[in-house]
């Protein structure tokens, strides 16, 4: 089993930079949440619960809120962000509705929800199909994710990025990498698990998908 250990020491230095921005070199990073969040708003999110993966500083949990969700929990393996977030919400009067802890995607117990949503996670993630595993079953509505593509010339291309931006940690010793993982075989899990496509766009190299249940 791969460690996540460097996941959550990499975005505890990069905590209130780049992790809102998924600290990816890939070419449209920060306009990605907009259309995350229009795939969201087709899809419902108005009075539902929602598990946020890999939630960061919070920014994007607290856009949900401010979309209609009743509440939202976000789960990251970086002690500092979650505090960070968590002071956030404290500041904006949200911490009834939005709370955050410390934990592995792929391990953490996690109760029902009517959306799970992550961002940039699965890129950051060695193992995909461990934390399709955990988190498909919590998830009675709605599943929304953001990767990078894989496939074309688009995916070729963003394998490209994410090999040199890997071999740049290499050369500062930082033990933190990125994956372009297969897309398709993701798309089958959740088709395996009950769910169908219902919004599917790409922005740059990222690609938005919010699957609904049948």
Known sequence: ????????????????TAVDAGASALPGSAGVTAVLLGGLAEAGIQGMRVLELGSG????SR????????????????PMSVEHATKEAHSAGLAERLGYRVGDGAEVSLDAY???????????????DR???????AAGQVYALVLPESRGLVGAFARVVVAIENALQWL?????????HDVEGIER?????????RVARR???WLVLVFARR
């Open 1 to 16: 089993m791969t460690s996540t250990e460097p996941i959550g020491d990499f975005f505890d230095r990069e905590c209130c």
């Open 189 to 197: 899990r959740l088709v395996a698990a009950g769910f169908e496509l």
């Open 114 to 128: 009517d959306v799970v949503v992550s961002q940039k996670v699965f890129c950051c993630y060695p193992q995909p």
């Open 57 to 60: 500083a919070g920014a994007l």
């Open 172 to 180: 500062r010793r930082e033990r933190f990498r990125a994956y372009v």
């Open 203 to 205: 922005h740059w190299t």
């Open 63 to 78: 856009e949900l809120i401010g979309r209609g969700a009743a509440s939202v929990t976000g789960i990251d393996l970086s």
């Open 131 to 137: 934390l399709l595993d955990n988190t498909l079953p």
